[in-house]
């Protein structure tokens, strides 16, 4: 039976895969197909597209570059926003108010005016900034303070959180003095006791006799004074120049009125409005001329009715 047994040829043993201690390789670490190498020196790589790799691959790189340019001009844009907005805000805001006079911009002028600014701001805060500023609203609030003021124009920026405010103010036609103080009215009757113009030649006499002020109170009050300065401007523009102006005795509603180049006076009364007494006037002059008539005076005190004497 020995003969036909095959004697066992000395094969050496297949050669297996020794298992290696899991705590020295885990499946992470090894490598496999399909996968990009990125050059990492680590001996762990969890990813092909691993972003803090020593050494990146082309893609992984340019994907690095792309979100830190992402980044940057994200940043680059919103600081320009930023200081865009705050350069537009300065530039448009009113700390400070500057005052300037017109036509006369070298005239100095003291700090009435630019507190009076200030005042309405800081009740008003939004029309600090130029583009909400009411002028309008602006200009009646100094007038009340000041009525020498005739309008406020801005100009735009004086500085850095600074404005400047035109003003203009009003000239006078005629002065008067009352309780040692000198008004002034102009040709739409504003009276005012600042003025920043020549003296006017035309003088208001009072010969009233009466006390200038009672309980603080002007007699001859702005309603007057108004009415007298629309007598001269609306003569002014018919033509004729009003000479003097005289308050009778005991009265503080009637005036008399001496043109220049006429002979006679006229009486008007602060009861009847100015322009339709002024054309009273204008026409009674006419009429007289014609007929070539000179009266003492002439009385258009009276609605439709001219007396003259």
């Keep these: 039976m020995k003969l036909f047994k095959r004697q066992k040829q000395d094969v050496p043993k297949r050669r297996q895969n020794e298992v290696r201690p899991t705590a020295e390789f885990d499946d992470a670490a090894t490598f496999r197909r399909g996968r990009t190498l990125t050059g990492s020196v680590s001996s762990l790589i969890r990813s092909s597209n691993e972003s803090q790799a020593d050494l990146k691959s082309s893609r992984v790189h340019s994907h690095v570059l792309r979100k830190k340019r992402r980044h940057v001009t994200a940043f680059f844009v919103t600081t320009v926003c930023i200081t865009a907005g705050l350069y537009v805000f300065i530039s448009q805001f009113t700390a400070q108010a500057t005052v300037q006079a017109s036509p006369d911009s070298s005239l100095q ?4 005016y630019s507190d009076a600014i200030d005042e309405y701001l800081s009740d008003h805060m939004s029309q600090r900034l130029r583009m909400f500023t009411d002028v309008e609203q602006l200009t009646r609030h100094v007038q009340a303070t000041a009525p020498e003021v005739e309008s ?3 100009r735009g920026s004086s500085g850095f959180g600074a404005s400047l405010f035109e003003i203009t103010f009003r000239e006078p ?4 003095d009352v309780n040692s103080q000198k008004l002034y009215v102009d040709a739409t009757g504003v009276p005012f006791s600042r003025n ?3 003296p006017p030649s035309l003088r208001i006499t009072d010969e009233s006799g009466l006390v200038a002020t009672v309980s603080g109170q002007s007699i001859m009050s702005n309603r007057f004074m108004s009415y007298v300065g629309q007598v001269i401007g ?3 523009e018919e033509g004729y120049t009003v000479d003097t102006i005289v308050i ?4 503080t509603r009637q005036v008399e009125v001496y043109l220049d180049g006429v002979d006679y006076y006229f009486k008007f ?4 409005p100015a322009g339709e007494a002024v054309d009273d006037m204008t026409k009674t002059v006419e009429w007289m001329r014609g007929r070539q008539l000179t009266p003492e005076y002439v009385d258009v005190r009276v609605e439709g009715r001219v007396f003259y004497k």
């Design 248 to 251: 009778p005795e005991s009265m």
């Design 234 to 236: 609306l003569a002014k």
């Design 196 to 198: 920043y113009f020549s």
């Design 269 to 272: 009364s602060s009861d009847r």
């Design 152 to 154: 406020i124009q801005m």
């Design 173 to 176: 036609i005629a002065s008067w």
């Design 109 to 112: 002028l003291d700090t009435t």
